[in-house]
């Protein structure tokens, strides 16, 4: 009997034992994204894509009728690295997202047709590290 309880009690201390500390350095993303913003199109906001513990990000900003909007990403390995960036207007419908037919591009870009709030959320593709950054520019 001292055995089993041994044995479960291991196997519980091994189950609590903390994970490897994992690091994302999402503000060195962010701010390597905003010179790549495309020409024409000025500096407004950079978002830290940190998803290490989260399944998505989520930010929020309001948006103005007849201004283009350019979001780009920035992650470690390829372009996104599993990153999906989209973007949904008041109602929660999705206007634009950055994984199209299969394929994931490092920038999308959204005419706005109407003014309000819009909810720019990122998700992660296997396999994505979870980490990386962005920047939200427009132009008139």
């Keep these: 009997m001292k055995k089993l309880v041994f044995a479960v009690f291991c196997l519980f201390s091994l189950g609590m034992s903390p994970i490897p500390d994992q690091t994302c350095d999402s503000e060195s993303f962010a701010t390597a994204c905003i010179p790549k913003l495309a020409n024409g ?22 948006f103005t009728k007849g201004t283009q909007y ?9 372009a996104t690295d599993g990153i ?15 994984k199209v037919n299969g394929q994931f591009i490092s920038a999308i870009a959204y005419p706005c047709n109407a003014t309000g709030i819009y909810y720019i959320q990122y998700t992660f593709d296997d396999p994505s590290a979870h980490c990386g950054g962005s920047a939200l520019g427009f132009k008139r």
Aim: glycine share 4%; hydrophobic share 40%.
């Design 70 to 78: 350019l979001i780009n990403l920035c992650a470690n390995g390829t």
């Design 84 to 98: 999906v960036v989209s973007i949904f207007d008041k109602e929660r419908n999705k206007v634009a997202t950055s």
């Design 41 to 62: 199109f000025n500096f407004l906001k950079s978002y830290k894509v940190d998803g290490i513990a989260k399944d998505k990000v989520e930010y929020s900003y309001v």
